[in-house]
């Protein structure tokens, strides 16, 4: 049983009799306390899909449920359906929009190392690798010599996520992002 200052994003963790997916941590210390940080926790339930945000000491102790990461590829999306299909045995998942909201700006049809968050035999999550390539399709034109400072320019990805690139990178080219900070990491 790992204290709550172990849990990680993306977690699952039992919780009032409950499963939860932990899809964001803020830690905060307050003034006064002797020494204690505070967890706040934004968690699904993995059933009916429900937000609770709760805090816990660092000191709690929380039970991880069992999850199960698959290699799958993105299959197709269905209205607000995506269906992704594993890789190995060829089980077709489906996730909402709204559960993937942020991961679907870094999904290309070709994708590698993506996974699937399976938690009690049902598909909660989508588990992105920390680096992914993307095509820009829209950029102002690059700026002759522009390597040579470090300012940058908004680019748009095949995607439509919107990142800083610095002025030597133009239209068309393929660029490494990082999914983490959404920031440009270098030519791919």
């Given at each position: 049983m790992p204290k709550a200052s172990e849990i990680k994003k993306n977690s699952a963790v039992e919780y009032d009799g409950r499963v939860y997916?932990?899809?964001?941590?803020?830690?905060s210390v307050p003034q006064g306390r002797a020494g204690g940080s505070l967890y706040r926790m934004r968690m699904y339930d993995v059933v009916t899909n429900n937000k609770i945000d709760q805090t816990f000491k660092d000191s709690d102790m929380l039970n991880l449920a069992d999850l199960v990461r698959r290699p799958a590829t993105f299959s197709y999306s269905d209205g607000e359906e995506y269906?992704?299909?594993?890789?190995?045995?060829?089980?077709?998942?489906?996730l909402n929009k709204a559960a993937i909201e942020d991961e679907l700006l870094f999904i290309t049809e070709d994708m590698q190392d993506l996974k699937v968050v399976v938690v009690s035999d049902a598909p909660v999550a989508l588990d992105l690798p920390t680096t992914v390539e993307l095509e820009i399709t829209e950029t102002d034109p690059s700026i002759k010599g522009g390597s040579a400072t470090a300012r940058t320019k908004p680019a748009t990805?095949?995607?439509?996520?919107?990142?800083?690139?610095?002025?030597?990178?133009?239209?068309?080219?393929?660029?490494?992002?990082?999914?983490?900070?959404?920031?440009?990491?270098s030519r791919a």
């Open positions: 997916f932990v899809k964001d941590i803020e830690r269906v992704f299909m594993d890789s190995e045995d060829y089980t077709q998942y489906s990805l095949s995607t439509g996520l919107v990142v800083q690139v610095p002025e030597h990178i133009s239209t068309g080219d393929r660029i490494k992002v990082n999914v983490e900070d959404r920031k440009f990491l």
